[in-house]
Nanobody
């Protein structure tokens, strides 16, 4: 079992930046691929980014390419999502997830553990 807790969400203006963190506890963090998803009101949960267990490989959804980066610190059991050039379409609850795959997975069903989410609101 892995417990995940996101933090770092909040209110930011268009063009601003935020860094989300996801702290893990429980089983060995470095055994898991990690991902970020987001869900806006009335929409399905959407893949944002993922990272392999070693941190060597990262993957991004179309909405995150060139603006977001994902990283992890296995010594701190934490994964990060750096979000730049935010716009109102980025407003959503952001969730981190852990899974046993390679990190290339983009479907919610491919991840086994989820955090409670952190709200990001981008104002115009």
């Amino acid at each position: 079992q892995v417990q995940l807790e996101e933090s770092g969400g909040g209110l930011v203006q268009t063009g601003g930046s935020l860094r989300l963190s996801c702290a893990a506890s429980g089983r060995t963090f470095s055994n898991y691929a990690m991902a970020w998803f987001r869900q806006a009101p009335g929409k399905e949960r959407e893949f944002v980014a993922s990272i392999s267990f070693s941190g060597e490989y990262t993957y991004f959804g179309d909405s995150a390419k060139y603006r977001f980066t994902v990283s992890r610190d296995n010594t701190k059991n934490t994964v990060y999502l750096q979000m730049n050039s935010l716009n109102v379409e980025d407003t959503a609850v952001y969730y981190c997830a852990a899974g046993y795959g390679s990190g290339v997975e983009r479907e919610t069903s491919e991840y086994d553990y989820w955090g409670q989410g952190t709200q990001v609101i981008v104002s115009s």
